[in-house]
């Protein structure tokens, strides 16, 4: 049986956790939304599976709650473009999501409340993420 992650996040203490299992996922950018009638912020990408010794990727969905305004910067127009989630911080107004390419999306939450939940078992990456200084 393939062990997968789940992971609740109910403080700004655990959102840089979380934000680095999240790093350098890759997600489509019609899988990111937001649904102001429930305040939830979604995405589901391909994480790299960083806590492993090998090169994987997992299925994951990362859910935020209680979520009262998200605004998108830099956004790409079209919905089949690929951005990389390089990093989720946390501050007294909320969270923010920063992606490849200047784009991030704001938002404003009443408390933490995150959810991080693979989907399915990791399989083999064609590569490892590289970051350059």
């Known amino acids: 049986m393939s062990e997968q992650l789940r992971l609740i996040g109910h403080e700004a203490d655990d959102v840089p956790v979380i934000s680095a299992l999240m790093q350098d ?5 019609d899988d990111i939304a937001y649904d102001a009638r429930t305040r939830r912020f979604a995405l589901v990408g391909n994480r790299f599976c960083w806590e492993k010794k090998e090169a994987l990727r997992a299925r994951t969905a990362l859910r ?10 830099n956004w790409p127009a079209r919905g089949d473009a ?3 989630l390089l990093a989720i911080r946390a501050d007294e107004r909320g ?12 938002l404003e939450t009443e408390c ?4 991080l939940e693979d989907l399915g078992g990791p399989w083999g990456a064609k590569a490892v993420p590289r970051h350059e200084v």
């Open 25 to 29: 996922a890759v997600v489509r950018v």
């Open 64 to 73: 935020a709650e209680c979520v009262t305004r998200a605004q998108r910067k």
């Open 112 to 115: 933490v409340d995150l959810l």
């Open 82 to 84: 690929v951005l990389s």
């Open 95 to 106: 969270l923010t999501l920063d992606f490849s390419g200047g784009a991030c999306v704001r």
